[in-house]
């Protein structure tokens, strides 16, 4: 039953597009270890891609964290009149070409917070959020299950962002 649900959720934050008007959207990648997954050679192990913006999150399991795959996604989920904030990794090269406006923070030198506010707090922190939900509810889904997981952390953390019923929304 849950794993119908979690279809259910993910069915309704597909179409998801977030940002537009100037608003400032951050954008990262992570591995979540606890993953089960049988096609990676070491057996365990996702990179999940997330959007964050002040309307909530969108995240979703990427192969890999080539400019191409990012390209999509960004494309795919987001209004180009945002501020597109990332951290150094090269594969974000291609939003500057685009003409979009982006701007980089240095997490290697502890760059959080630029002295514009620009931040990339608000997406480490989902991150935290996500890791901490899988690792408390000692969840290890395989990866064929993990996007539904994404999907369920982010409705809530969604719902709960901007003050909605999770059942409402849902039904």
Excluded at 27 to 35: F, I, K, L, R
Aim: proline share 2%.
């Amino acid at each position: 039953m849950l794993s119908r649900v979690r279809l259910h959720l993910e069915a309704l934050l597909s179409g998801r597009i977030l940002g537009g008007g100037g608003q400032n959207i951050q954008m990262d990648e992570t591995w979540v270890g606890q993953v089960k997954n049988p096609d990676n050679a070491t057996g365990s192990g996702a990179i999940v891609f997330g959007i964050y913006s002040k309307s909530g999150v969108l995240t979703k399991v990427i192969p890999n964290r080539s400019q191409s795959t990012l390209m999509r996604e960004v494309l795919a989920h987001t209004h180009l009149d945002s501020v597109f904030v990332t951290d150094q990794l090269r594969s974000y090269n291609f939003l500057g070409r685009l003409g979009l406006k982006h701007v980089r923070l240095n997490h290697a030198k502890a760059e959080w917070v630029n002295q514009d506010g620009y931040s990339s707090i608000g997406i480490e922190g989902y991150w935290a959020n996500l890791k901490y939900f899988l690792q408390s509810a000692n969840l290890a889904p395989t990866i064929s299950y993990f996007s539904g997981y994404l999907a369920e952390h982010a409705f809530r953390y969604n719902c709960r962002k901007v003050g909605l019923c999770p059942f409402q929304e849902m039904v």
